[in-house]
């Protein structure tokens, strides 16, 4: 017996390598002192003969949080075989699917775990290129085990049933299409059943275009939850909990227009609605209306200025059968950009943006209504001196009224001014090295409209320090369109990396009293930190060793390598121990493995 076993193996493996098109297996392990986690995916698809397809595709994910005992595993696996040419296609569709979960959280619950087999088969008929029509169907077998008492198994069998339709068709510069949908399952305490359409009409020219996409989906489910029988212990039951109804149609449409090369105008605009509604827990029926819209105007009036202007306006509508939770949202948004380059690489930007919200909530008598207005200027600065010295100071000022429109809430209105300065400083050495320093200055002041007394201050300053060396060198990987054009060395196949990194940060928090701001809380963070990489053709390894310390401290050790297997496979493995002190850490470790043979 284990001979002809042996044997179908050998024959069976040989069958695959001789006939496989795509094979591909992933894996993933992580590990912690609060979880681990596995997942593995694998997908197989053969060519038995020249009219037949097999497609293996089996999924196995697995959770373990100590913390609390739960462990949970869902596990999938699906073989399907499919034929024909032309007009008609056929497909034998077969999959398996198991549940498990357990927890300590309640002692009176036994785990739980769900077996489900399905068997089925498709046809599909492909009359034109673009016309494609589909039926389908399966039966479905599960078995689950009663949370409530052990060793007994409740079993159920259904059916599920599909359909589906599609079309278009192009004529001039115009293409239209068309899509129908409907599947409906069954089991004895499972049921749901969706349908859908959807429509399409779009155009395209070097001047103008636009896009049209239609669709309505309607979806009714059975709830059903698992009581217990009695105190006694038999078996539980499932009962008919309710049935909910949802409806969603939605509309997008995107247009262009381009009058001219230094001008464009875009415009979007998505509409949705949605209906939820219960038979008999009617509280939670609601319905929702939004709409978004958007629109782009982009112009180059000079050589090397450009000038961006976006305003997006959106407003979000739901309505709640009984509660008091309805609630009306608008957003409106404007901003406009210019940027100069008065010399290649050197930009000088100019910006304002206004963002206006608000929220209404017309059944609790408006008690909660909220507007906030922020207006946000930007200056920004970015200048090479010599080439290499790259001088960066961006400068912000920020507005922001929070006001609530009831009397009563109405001490919480206060004004907010922000005041930001970002400057930058990055020094290329040769082509290998660079030395970058960045600073924040940051104050934020607040203040409350109908209590003068009480006002707050917000204070920031931060600064990080980075020396790199890249002999690849760190030229070639730098983004940077003015550095790029300096002469460097030809792409590294063994480049070596390494950074050492400072940064501080201190924050403070005040109040005002009287006539000055008095500090009551601070805190300060300082981080050191290394790091190391090295390619080596198709393999490189990281380390990340990083220390804080401050108002609290913490380790943190980041090491890895991936290596670039043959058939584009790939390894990756990853180990990050943190904690707030050495004897105590928190080892974090994970295993990623992407094989394709």
């Given amino acids: ?223 059903f939850v698992l009581l217990p029988q009695a105190e006694n212990g038999e078996r539980g039951y499932y009962d008919l909990y309710d049935r909910q109804k949802r409806q969603s149609f939605q509309y997008t449409g995107y247009l262009e227009y381009v009058p001219a090369d230094e001008a464009k105008i875009t415009f979007q605009d998505v509409f949705t609605k949605r209906n939820t509604n219960l038979d008999i827990n009617t509280v939670r029926n609601n319905k929702e209306t939004g709409n978004q819209a958007s629109l782009l105007l982009q112009l180059l009036p000079w050589n090397q200025v450009g000038w961006t202007t976006i305003f997006n306006h959106s407003y979000l509508t739901k309505d709640y059968n009984l509660s008091q939770n309805s609630r009306q949202n608008e957003n409106r948004f404007l901003t406009t950009v210019l940027n100069w380059e008065y010399i290649q690489g050197d930009t000088l930007s100019a910006g304002i943006s206004v963002d206006l919200q608000r929220a209404s909530f017309p059944k609790d008598q408006h008690k909660w209504d909220n507007d906030l207005r922020n207006i946000r200027c930007s200056l920004i600065n970015v200048h090479y001196w010599k080439d290499r010295l790259k001088l960066s100071n961006r400068f912000y000022w920020n507005l922001t009224d929070d006001v609530y429109v009831n009397s009563i809430l109405s001490g919480n209105n206060k004004q907010t001014t922000s005041y930001i300065y970002n400057p930058e400083c990055a020094i290329l050495i040769g082509d290998c090295l660079l030395f970058d320093q960045n600073y924040v200055i940051r104050a934020d002041y607040t203040d409350y409209v109908f209590s003068p007394s009480e006002k707050g201050l917000y204070r920031q300053l931060k600064g990080d320090y980075k020396l790199v060396y890249d002999n690849y060198p760190f030229i070639a990987r730098s983004n940077d369109q003015r550095w790029l054009l300096i002469p460097y060395r030809h792409h590294h196949q063994n480049a070596f990396q390494t950074s050492i990194n400072f940064g501080f940060e201190q924050n403070e928090y005040a109040d005002y009293d009287r006539s000055v701001y008095v500090i009551n809380f601070r805190n300060n963070r300082y981080t050191l930190g290394l790091t190391l990489k090295h390619d080596i053709y198709d393999f490189y390894y990281y380390l990340q060793p990083q220390y804080s310390w401050g108002t609290w401290q913490e380790y943190d050790f980041q090491a890895g390598l991936v290596w670039k297997l043959p058939g584009s496979s790939l390894l990756e493995f990853t180990i990050n121990p943190v904690g707030k002190d050495l004897q105590n850490l928190d080892w974090r470790t994970s295993i990623s493995i992407n094989a394709a043979f």
């Avoid at 034929?83 to 999959?95: F, T, V």
């Avoid at 088969?121 to 290129?129: A, H, I, N, Q, T």
């Avoid at 049933?161 to 115009?174: C, P, R, Y």
């Fill in 1 to 223: 017996m284990k001979l002809n076993l042996s044997l179908l193996v050998v024959i069976f493996s040989l069958f695959i390598s001789l006939g496989a098109q795509n094979q591909n297996l992933d894996l993933y392990f992580f590990t912690s002192q609060t979880v681990q986690s596995y997942e593995n995916n694998l997908y197989y698809q053969l060519n038995p003969s020249p009219s037949w397809l097999m497609f293996i595709n089996a999924l196995d994910i697995q959770e373990e949080r100590m913390n609390f005992s739960q462990h949970n595993r869902h596990s999938v696996l699906n073989l399907n075989l499919s034929s024909g040419e032309h007009l008609l296609r056929h497909s034998i569709l077969s999959g398996y699917e198991y549940f498990y979960d357990s927890s300590d959280l309640d002692d009176n619950l036994q785990p739980y775990n769900s077996q489900t087999g399905m068997l089925g088969y498709s046809l599909d008929l492909v009359p034109d290129d673009s016309l494609l029509i589909s039926v389908g169907a399966a039966g479905y077998l599960r078995s689950e085990k009663d949370r409530y008492v052990l060793g007994n198994k409740l079993n159920s069998d259904g059916y599920l049933i599909s359909g589906k339709v599609s079309g278009g068709a192009e004529f001039w510069q115009l293409t239209t299409g068309f899509g129908a949908n409907i599947e409906r399952k069954k089991l004895d305490w499972e049921y749901y059943q969706i349908g859908g359409l959807s429509a399409y009409l779009n155009y395209l020219s070097e001047q103008f275009s636009f896009n049209n996409n239609l669709s309505y989906n309607q979806r009714t489910d059975d709830l």
